[in-house]
C-alpha cells in the first residue's frame, strides 16, 4: 500500500474518527486506525465495538491496499509533521513508514483481517434530517443523562419518529429533557431508539448549521451519515420510561424572568455549593424572586430578582446545576417557570421544547 496525500487533509481524517479510541482496551487491535486505499480514497476506519467512525479523504494512490495503525501514535506524529505531502507506504512485516517533507518516521502496524467489520445497513429506508435541527435538538437534551451503570436505559437519548415529527428525549431520574421537531418528509415506519450519549457526543461534534443528514436504523444499530462521515453505533436495549406520565398539564401561575438574569444569580449561589449542601433557595413573592445559598461553615448568599408573577407566595429548593444546564443553552430572552409547589416538578416549557427539574429538600 503507498499513496500520498497533505499533512491537512490527513489530519483532519484522522480527528474526525481517533476520538473513540480507547489507549486501554483488551483488544490492541482497537487501539487502531484501519487505513484502506481503494480507487482515490482513503478510508479510516475505528471502532470500540459499540460505536465504529468512517471517513474518506482524496488521496494519491500509488497502490492500493490496507493496514492498521495505532490511533494515538500516529495522529500525534500526523499533527507534528511540518505542512506539505506526506507519503504513506506499507512494507515487510506490517512495517508502516512516514514521509513528511523533512522527516521519517516507522510504526509497527497489524493486518486489517482482525479489524471488525464496519456494519451494513442495506436496504433500509433512509430519514433525512437538517443537520442544525439535529444539531439544536441534541444540545437541549444531551445534558440530561444519566452516568449512573445502574440506570443502562438512562445512558443515552431516546429518539422517536412517527410521520413527519422527531422527538428526542433525555433524563436522569431528577430532571427530563423533551423537543420535537418537524422532518422533511414523513416516514414509513415508526422509530424508537435509544443512543447511548457517547455515540451522542460523536455525532454532535460532526454536525453543521448547513446541510442534511441520513439517519438508517437497523436491527440493533444505527447509522448517521454527515457529509459522507459514517457513525454507527449500537442501541441500548431496553425500554425507556413513559416520560408522558411525569409531564404535568400547563400551570396558571408561572413566572416569567429574564434567562441570564437567573442564571447568573444561580450561578452565583451556586459558588457556596458543596456534595452535602446543593440545594438552592426560590422564594417567590409578587413580581420578586428571592435566591439565596446557605451553607454551614461555608457561607450565605441572597439575591433579589424582578420577575412577572401574581400567584401565591412559595419557597422551594433546588439542585442548581438542574437548572444552569437548562438556562445556559437556551437562546430565549425570556423564560417561563411553572412551579406547582414543593414537592412537585418545576416545569419550563418553550416552542417545541420542555424541561423538567425535581425540587429538593431545603
Not at 259 to 277: E, G, H, K, M, Y
Amino acid at each position: 500500500m503507498i499513496f500520498k496525500t497533505s499533512q491537512e487533509n490527513l489530519l483532519a481524517g484522522v480527528q474526525i474518527v481517533q476520538n473513540i479510541v480507547s489507549g486501554k482496551s483488551t483488544l490492541p487491535i482497537l487501539t487502531n486506525i484501519l487505513l484502506e486505499v481503494k480507487g482515490t480514497t482513503l478510508r479510516l476506519n475505528t471502532t470500540d465495538l459499540d460505536i465504529g467512525i468512517s471517513c474518506e479523504i482524496p488521496v494519491d494512490i500509488i497502490e492500493e491496499g490496507a493496514i492498521t495503525i495505532p490511533a494515538k501514535r500516529f495522529g500525534d506524529i500526523v499533527r507534528e509533521l511540518p505542512s506539505g505531502d506526506i507519503t504513506i507506504s506499507v512494507k515487510k512485516n506490517n512495517q508502516v513508514d512516514i514521509d513528511g517533507r523533512q522527516c521519517r518516521f516507522k510504526l509497527g502496524g497489524l493486518p486489517k483481517d482482525e479489524f471488525p467489520k464496519f456494519p451494513e445497513f442495506k436496504d433500509k429506508e433512509a430519514i433525512q434530517i437538517d443537520q442544525s435541527t439535529l444539531k439544536e435538538m441534541l444540545r437541549l437534551t444531551s445534558f440530561a443523562v444519566s452516568y449512573e451503570e445502574s440506570r443502562h436505559v438512562l445512558n443515552g437519548i431516546l429518539i422517536e419518529i412517527s410521520d413527519n415529527v422527531i422527538r428526542i428525549v433525555a433524563t436522569d431520574g431528577r430532571r427530563l429533557a423533551k423537543i420535537e421537531k418537524k422532518l422533511p418528509a414523513a416516514i414509513k415506519k415508526e422509530v424508537a431508539v435509544i443512543i447511548p450519549i457517547k455515540a451522542v457526543q460523536e455525532i454532535s461534534r460532526n454536525l453543521r448549521d448547513e446541510g442534511t443528514l441520513s439517519l438508517i436504523v437497523g436491527a440493533n444499530q444505527v447509522l448517521f451519515d454527515i457529509n459522507d462521515v459514517l457513525i454507527a453505533t449500537r442501541i441500548i436495549e431496553g425500554e425507556f420510561p413513559n416520560y408522558n406520565q411525569v409531564i404535568p398539564k400547563p400551570a396558571k401561575n408561572r413566572i416569567t424572568m429574564n434567562t441570564q438574569d437567573v442564571l447568573s444569580s444561580i450561578r452565583r449561589a451556586n459558588l457556596l455549593s458543596t456534595p452535602d449542601f446543593q440545594a438552592v433557595k426560590f422564594e417567590i413573592f409578587a413580581n420578586k424572586l428571592v435566591i439565596s445559598k446557605s451553607t454551614p461553615d461555608v457561607g450565605e448568599s441572597r439575591e433579589v430578582i424582578p420577575v412577572e408573577y401574581d400567584g401565591e407566595e412559595m419557597m422551594v429548593g433546588f439542585n442548581p446545576q438542574l437548572l444552569i444546564d437548562f438556562l445556559k443553552n437556551i437562546s430565549d430572552e425570556q423564560v417561563h417557570m411553572e412551579i406547582l409547589g414543593t414537592d412537585k416538578p418545576a416545569v419550563m416549557r418553550l416552542q417545541d421544547y420542555l424541561y423538567l427539574a425535581l425540587p429538593m429538600r431545603i
